[in-house]
């Protein structure tokens, strides 16, 4: 008698529906299956855990339906989408790992076992000892510093996989900032578990050249498109209405521009540390990620969502004393005015501006889109921030010219395709900040996810969990906008109440119910799909927040689109704030047409300005690394006057 096997699903795989077939995707690639295969894949997820014999699984299918079960799960092993193992899923294996090893090792049990047993060492400088050792802590492997140190480099052994960083072009020294430190130590540490793991070696990017922190290269990127002027209502229409029509064909050949604004330090002030907490929020990099399935093969993630880690909102601190470049790393001050001095005044203007060609040089006239959705999610996080912190604040959104012209370019030597967006004053606290408080907060910004594959398309649960998401959209709504919560699956939310499939408006009596039902998901299924890009899969995850707001309100010019999507972004940030709280994901996905959301929510004339879908997060093949969060922010916050304790 042949012995049992244990069937698995692998982490990374996503089953889309079709009209009348299922989309697979998996670690292998793309295949087509069955149409049947979606909804059996869904029944029978929670059983395809490695701890259930096969045996078991067909013994809860009907006699008649048990063949059928086995050709699906034959199938399933072909596409790569499912492990038969000889033995069960050990316990204490975290899945974010066993995905990796998915992807590599024949034996990813035994390969995740030996790695969570495992000792390592580290050979480096004195101040990169404790962000290398937090990032390994992160993954499971004790770390030790060498007794041999004595090399400016960085090496990481654990059992025989080296890898090794060395001193060129000063990279280890330059820059010097705990966060470049940080995420550079994540990259290494998470290269390590992943050669460890079965992965073949592969160069690491070095400090400067990280996205998000890429200190070399020009400040614009030449032949990217620059987005002003945009004065032609039917191209801003086009932005809304339909994405598609503005994306490049293909890949662009324009050279990606340096992420960070290359000046020369000069002496600063330090920034405040109630300032500090709220630039926390949204321009330090949170998490490391590096995997095969991670953009360009690692990122650093930021407190705010962006278009594959780009970043185009640039901070400047404008005091009575003068002005400065606030570095998104280690929010360091950089003067950028011949006036400024050590003192960092006593009334404090934060403008934000934003880089047009780090977008654009991808995603061309789309990118004033994208541009524009970050400031206002920018300007919403920091005004979130303050309102936690009881911190007084006025923010004012506004579109100006790029460049040097006009007052702000001038003042803050602006680029030429920057321009300022808004802006934010705020008066300092009169007393220490609550840090009990404004922590709690803090750690929703933190469990924040926004990029590639964030849902556990097979492994969610049943009900889904909203959480406070709902109380939360309705707290920030605004008449100008309509807003609707389409729920794809059985949900609760905090007060335990349970919401049934269907599209729901958001109002401030309560929900209001549109459509019953799954039609609400499968015309946004539909939608997505005819795109022609690998859209979400809805059912997967747990409901979408749709923002929209009328088609000639929108769209009168790019100044009015700019106030709209600022205003809107207030209730999208809530609803990811709501998310996170809830354990779930809020992600920020775009290409949402105006006729789907005409098909899904009833009403005509409305131009989509957020699409925010909610799920569960599931190991996708990247390891993820939190950089430490002592690095940017202590325990203890002071009055205006004081510095920021680690």
Same mark, same amino acid.
């Given at each position: 008698m042949?012995?049992?096997?244990?069937?698995?699903?692998?982490?990374?795989v996503h089953a889309v529906a079709g009209r009348d077939s299922?989309?697979?995707?998996?670690?292998?690639?793309?295949?087509?299956?069955?149409?049947?295969?979606?909804?059996?894949?869904?029944? $029978?997820?929670?059983?395809?855990?490695? @701890?259930? %014999?096969?045996?078991?699984?067909?013994?809860?299918?009907?006699?008649?339906? @048990?063949?059928?079960?086995?050709?699906?799960?034959?199938? $399933?092993?072909?596409?790569?989408?499912?492990?038969?193992?000889?033995?069960?899923?050990?316990? *204490?294996?975290?899945?974010?790992?066993?995905?990796?090893?998915?992807?590599?090792?024949?034996?990813?049990?035994?390969?995740c076992a030996a790695l969570l047993a495992a000792g390592g060492t580290v050979d480096a400088p004195a101040d990169w000892l404790r962000p290398l050792d937090a990032a390994l802590r992160q993954l499971s492997v004790c770390a030790e510093p060498s007794a041999a140190s004595g090399s400016r480099g960085v090496l990481v052994r654990i059992g025989e996989v080296e890898v090794a960083l060395a001193p060129d072009d000063g990279w280890l020294v330059e820059p010097v900032g705990e966060a470049e430190r940080s995420l550079a130590a994540a990259?290494?540490?998470?290269?390590?578990?992943?050669?460890?793991?079965?992965?073949?070696?592969?160069?690491?990017?070095?400090?400067?050249?990280?996205?998000? $922190?890429?200190?070399?290269?020009?400040?614009?990127?030449? *032949?990217? !498109?620059?987005?002003?002027?945009?004065?032609? !209502?039917?191209?801003? @229409?086009?932005?809304?209405?339909?994405? %598609?029509?503005?994306?490049?064909?293909?890949?662009?050949?324009?050279?990606?521009?340096? %992420?960070?604004?290359?000046?020369?330090?000069?002496?600063? !002030?330090?920034?405040?540390?109630?300032?500090?907490?709220?630039?926390?929020?949204?321009?330090?990099?949170?998490?490391?990620?590096?995997?095969? $399935?991670?953009?360009?093969?690692?990122?650093?993630?930021?407190?705010?969502?962006?278009?594959?880690?780009?970043?185009?909102?640039?901070?400047?601190?404008?005091?009575?004393?003068?002005?400065?470049?606030?570095?998104?790393?280690?929010?360091?001050?950089?003067p950028v005015s011949p006036s400024a001095s050590s003192d960092p005044g006593s009334r404090f203007t934060l403008v934000l501006t934003v880089r047009e060609t780090k977008v654009s040089h991808r995603y061309h006239r789309y990118a004033t889109r994208l541009c524009l959705q970050e400031a206002g999610l920018a300007l919403a996080a920091l005004g979130d921030a303050a309102r936690e912190a009881d911190i007084t604040a006025d923010t004012v959104v506004e579109l100006g010219e790029r460049g040097r012209s006009g007052p702000w370019g001038e003042l803050l030597d602006l680029g030429p395709d920057e321009r300022p967006v808004g802006r934010i004053e705020l008066d300092p606290p009169h007393g220490a900040l609550d840090a009990p408080s404004f922590g709690r907060h803090r750690a929703l910004v933190r469990q924040r996810r926004s990029g590639h594959r964030v849902f556990d398309a097979l492994g969610a649960g049943r009900v889904g969990r909203l959480g406070p998401l709902p109380v939360e959209l309705a707290a920030a709504l605004d008449d100008r906008f309509s807003t609707f919560l389409v729920v794809h699956r059985p949900c609760l939310d905090a007060a335990a109440d349970r919401w049934e499939p269907g599209c729901y408006r958001v109002t401030g009596q309560g929900p209001e119910l549109v459509r019953a039902g799954l039609e609400p998901t499968e015309r946004l299924q539909r939608g997505q799909d005819a795109m022609g890009w690998l859209a979400p899969d809805y059912l997967s995850a747990s409901a979408t927040v749709i923002v929209a707001a009328p088609v000639e309100e929108a769209t009168a010019d790019v100044r009015r689109l700019h106030e709209i999507t600022a205003a809107a972004a207030r209730i999208a940030h809530r609803g990811l704030l709501g998310a996170a709280a809830a354990g779930a994901v809020g992600r920020i996905h775009n290409s949402l047409r105006a006729d789907v959301v005409a098909a899904v929510t009833g009403e005509e004339h409305l131009a989509p300005l957020f699409q925010l879908i909610v799920g569960c997060p599931g190991p996708d093949g990247t390891i993820t690394v939190d950089v430490a969060e002592a690095a940017f922010i202590g325990d203890k916050f002071t009055q205006h006057t004081g510095e920021t304790r680690c």
């Open positions: 042949a012995p049992d096997l244990y069937p698995r699903l692998v982490g990374g299922t989309l697979l995707t998996t670690p292998t690639g793309h295949h087509r299956g069955p149409a049947g295969l979606h909804p059996l894949l869904h029944r $029978l997820a929670p059983l395809l855990d490695g @701890r259930t %014999a096969e045996s078991s699984v067909l013994a809860r299918v009907p006699e008649p339906g @048990r063949a059928m079960v086995h050709r699906g799960l034959d199938h $399933l092993e072909r596409c790569g989408a499912l492990r038969r193992e000889a033995v069960a899923r050990p316990d *204490g294996i975290p899945g974010q790992l066993l995905a990796v090893a998915d992807l590599f090792s024949a034996a990813p049990y035994e390969r990259a290494v540490a998470a290269e390590a578990v992943a050669r460890f793991l079965g992965r073949p070696a592969r160069p690491l990017p070095g400090a400067r050249e990280l996205p998000g $922190l890429d200190r070399r290269g020009p400040r614009t990127s030449a *032949g990217a !498109p620059l987005l002003d002027p945009w004065p032609k !209502p039917e191209e801003i @229409r086009a932005l809304l209405l339909d994405p %598609a029509s503005l994306l490049p064909a293909g890949e662009p050949d324009c050279p990606r521009p340096a %992420a960070v604004r290359p000046l020369g330090a000069g002496e600063a !002030p330090r920034i405040p540390g109630w300032l500090r907490a709220l630039l926390w929020c949204v321009h330090v990099p949170l998490r490391w990620e590096s995997g095969d $399935l991670a953009h360009s093969g690692g990122w650093a993630h930021r407190g705010l969502a962006s278009a594959r880690g780009f970043y185009p909102v640039e901070l400047y601190l404008v005091t009575d004393t003068g002005a400065w470049y606030v570095e998104p790393g280690d929010l360091r001050l950089v």
